[in-house]
């Protein structure tokens, strides 16, 4: 059984914990990959990563090398990521200007980033750097350039918003931070994919956890394909 079957069915009869979340997308990132995580949630998945994996994590503060979050004598203050969190450095670790980072963020040089988000369309359209509410601070930081830049936009995130309605939408209500970006949605309740078709994308359920498939489609006002 591999890691991501395994991990389903030990899970599947509950929604995941942001731990569990992040095993998750940590087993699904393709060997050798250069990946950027986000800040807040996506942090966790530095510590599921194996070294088996080979994976090269990346932050846009200006860090190739990346090891998983410092705990205890191993913080460095002056060693941290962009979102100021301090994390340790695998051998071979190497750090360069800010303007050096973002150009290989922009340069299509990372095969995934994972970022966390306010919403995501059905079409892979990302909003995650403002509610747009009038008193809300924009940080949009460094989301803009990934998102467009990486090769594959992986999202973190709660499925439902506190009133009970869906963060995946037919369309964003929320300032949009890039269009057609985002390839897969991991929520708590389930792993969704968002694959091109001939005639235009479409939502497709890989999983669910602590609800029935079939009714959490139901949840949605839109088409979503049940995987399998």
């Known amino acids: 059984m591999s890691s991501q079957n395994s991990t389903a069915s030990q899970m599947g009869q509950q929604p ?43 932050t846009e503060n200006g860090m190739l090398g990346m090891g998983p979050q410092a705990h205890g004598e191993d913080i460095d203050e002056e060693l941290i990521n962009a979102g100021k969190i301090p994390v ?22 990372l095969d995934v980033c994972v970022l966390g988000a306010f919403q995501v369309s059905t079409g892979g359209d990302l909003a995650n750097w403002s509610t747009g509410a009038p008193d809300a601070i924009p940080a949009v930081g460094g989301a803009m350039d990934l998102a467009i830049g990486a090769k594959e936009v992986f999202v973190m995130m709660s499925l439902f918003a506190k009133d009970g ?19 897969r949605v991991y929520t708590d309740h389930g792993v969704f994919l968002i694959e091109a078709r001939d005639g235009g994308p479409r ?13 959490l489609v139901k949840r949605f006002d839109f088409p979503v394909v049940i995987a399998g």
């Open 88 to 109: 340790t450095e695998l051998p071979g670790a190497s750090y360069f200007h800010h303007a050096d980072s973002f150009a290989m963020m922009r340069g299509g040089h």
């Open 165 to 183: 309605t869906p963060k995946i939408v037919a369309d964003c209500s929320y300032p949009v931070t890039g269009l057609g970006c985002v390839s």
């Open 203 to 215: 939502l497709v359920l890989r999983e669910a956890y602590g609800i029935a498939p079939e009714e």
């Open 16 to 58: 995941l914990s942001r731990e569990d979340l992040a095993k998750l997308v940590a087993a699904d990132i393709a060997p050798g990959s250069y990946v950027n995580l986000g800040i807040g949630q996506p942090t966790k998945v530095s510590d599921y990563l194996t070294p088996e994996q080979q994976v090269t994590l990346h």
